[in-house]
C-alpha cells in the first residue's frame, strides 16, 4: 500500500516558549501536530487510560510530530494544543452543557492571552510576586508536566494517611514557591505554606496566576451575556461522555 501523507498544523505556545530552556525543542514556542485519526479516537476510547486520567496525555503523546516531551509541557501550552487538536479533529463547533443548558462555542474564537516576558527572572521559568497582604516576597514557577506527576503521587499518598484530608491546594502551592523571603529550602517553603501562609494572601496569588500564566483565554461570553470558563476534558473530545461540564 502506497505511504499516505497526512496533514499537519504548527501549533503556537501561549508561553512563546519562553519558558523553556534553551536546549528545549519547546523553546521554539511552536508545535508541529497532526490530524486526529481512528487511531486517536482508540485512544480517546480505552477505559484504562480514562480510569487512571491519562487518556487526554496519550493524545497528545500521539498527535505531536515535534520531538518534545509532552511531560514537559506547562498547563496553558498544553491547552493550547489540545483545543488544535479538538479543532482538527471535529471541527471548531462545541457543544457543551453550561449551568444546564446546552451552548455553542466556536473554539477558533479562543486565543491566547498575552505573556508579559518582562516578568520574568533571569529569562528562566521563575517570576516574583509580593504578597499583598504579609508582604512576603515570593518567587515561583509555572508548573509543567512532570511537577503535575509529583504532585498527584504525594496526594495519593497523603490520602492512603488520611482518607479524609483535600490538601491540594496546599500541595500545588508547596510546588510552584520557588523561594519564600529568598529562602529556597523544600522544607522552608513547605513551612511556610502549612503555617504563615495566609488565606487571603493565598487567594491574592492564585488570582496572580490565573491572569499572567500563559494560557488560552477560555472565558467566553454566551448569547446569555453570561461569562463563562471553556472546560477541557475528555467530553471536548467525546460529546456524549459525561455532561461536559467539568475539566
Known amino acids: 500500500m502506497a505511504e499516505f501523507k497526512f496533514p499537519t498544523e504548527e501549533i503556537e505556545l501561549p508561553s512563546q516558549g519562553l519558558v523553556y530552556p534553551k536546549d528545549n525543542p519547546l523553546s ?25 486520567g491519562t487518556v487526554l496525555d496519550k493524545l497528545l503523546d500521539s498527535v505531536i510530530i ?3 516531551n509532552t511531560k514537559d509541557l506547562i498547563i496553558g501550552d498544553k491547552n493550547a494544543i489540545l483545543i488544535a487538536t479538538r479543532i482538527l479533529g471535529y471541527g471548531s463547533d462545541y457543544k457543551v452543557t453550561i449551568n444546564g443548558k446546552v451552548q455553542e462555542i466556536d473554539l477558533s474564537e479562543l486565543e491566547n492571552k498575552p ?3 518582562s516578568t520574568m527572572l533571569e529569562g528562566k521559568n521563575e517570576f516574583a510576586f509580593t504578597l499583598p497582604h504579609s508582604d512576603t516576597k515570593v518567587t515561583y514557577k509555572i508548573l509543567d508536566g512532570h511537577d503535575e506527576k509529583k504532585i498527584e503521587r504525594e496526594l495519593k499518598g497523603l490520602k492512603k494517611i488520611n482518607k479524609n484530608a483535600s490538601p491540594e491546594a496546599s500541595t500545588r502551592l508547596k510546588y510552584t514557591l520557588t523561594s519564600v523571603n529568598g529562602e529556597t529550602e523544600a522544607k ?9 501562609f495566609l488565606a487571603r494572601d ?11 500564566q500563559p494560557d488560552v483565554d477560555l472565558n ?28
Open 28 to 52: 521554539s514556542g511552536k508545535v508541529e501536530i497532526k490530524y486526529m485519526t481512528a487511531k486517536e479516537e482508540d485512544i480517546l476510547s480505552n477505559q484504562a487510560y480514562i480510569e487512571n
Open 66 to 68: 515535534s520531538k518534545i
Open 115 to 117: 505573556f508579559d516576558e
Open 188 to 196: 522552608d517553603i513547605r513551612e511556610f505554606v502549612d503555617n504563615y
Open 202 to 212: 493565598a487567594r491574592a496569588f492564585r488570582d496572580h496566576l490565573r491572569q499572567t
Open 220 to 247: 467566553v461570553i454566551l448569547d446569555s451575556g453570561e461569562e463563562v470558563t471553556v472546560p477541557i476534558g475528555l467530553s471536548f473530545f467525546w460529546p456524549d461522555f459525561g455532561d461536559g461540564a467539568s475539566n
